[in-house]
DNA sequence: CTCCGGATTCGT
DNA sequence: CGAATCCGGAGT
């Protein structure tokens, strides 16, 4: 498969975030390896962006989201739940894209909807906090047909309703049609 | 140090 | 609709 380049995630959020539905997210762990393919993800646009946890600045938590693209920023949630999210653009612009649901593809048997049940299926949690993208055991992959054009839907994104006007820009992004989107 | 609330999920 | 459960960030 082919990895994909640190210039992928060196690009303007949204596009990444567009860009990264369909690609296949691929986890080896104690030997296993699981894959699943990316259907419905949100971008978080830095410092300004008031649902991002980057608006309150660089923090010990945040850091990793100031630093390089092509990064996992792993946090833990509601203290039982992780979310994963891929740092995007330019090192220094605190910005990045949650992955929210998955189509299994191979080693997958648990549910992948959601941001938490995507992490629990793909055996991610803190430990791979700020871990590299363009690593062996944790990477995202084109997949083999390449040729294969999305329908895109729009829609706002979940859970942030305490960040004013920010919670209703269209930054939630899925295939429309995809029966594994966590919210359709 | 204490306190508050969360990019969720599950069960009632 | 409310509980679970723990950590980061802010305030004292």
């Known amino acids: 498969m082919r990895k994909l380049p640190r210039a992928f995630y060196d690009r303007d959020t949204r596009t990444v975030a567009q860009?990264?539905?369909?690609?296949y997210l691929v986890r080896v762990h104690r030997g296993r390896q699981r894959v699943g393919r990316i259907v419905e993800v949100e971008a978080y646009l830095g410092p300004h962006d008031?649902?991002?946890h980057s608006c309150r600045g660089l923090t010990p938590r945040t850091a990793v989201m100031f630093?390089?693209?092509?990064h996992a920023y792993v946090y833990l949630i509601y203290g039982m739940h992780h979310c994963m999210n891929i740092v995007t653009e330019p090192e220094g612009q605190a910005a990045a894209v949650l992955l929210r649901a998955l189509e299994p593809v191979s080693g997958l048997k648990a549910r992948t909807q959601g941001p938490g049940l995507l992490c629990k299926a793909m055996q991610i949690d803190r430990i791979l906090n700020s871990h590299d993208l363009l690593s062996e055991n944790f990477f995202v992959a084109a997949p083999p047909n390449t040729d294969e054009v999305l329908r895109i839907a729009r829609r706002p994104r979940?859970?942030?309703?305490?960040?004013g006007h920010w919670a209703?820009?269209?930054?939630r992004y899925y295939i429309r049609g995809n029966p594994y989107v966590s919210r359709p």
């Open 168 to 171: 209703r820009r269209l930054l």
């Open 158 to 163: 979940i859970g942030v309703d305490y960040a």
């Open 50 to 52: 008031r649902a991002a």
């Open 67 to 70: 630093g390089p693209p092509g």
């Open 19 to 23: 860009e990264l539905l369909g690609k």
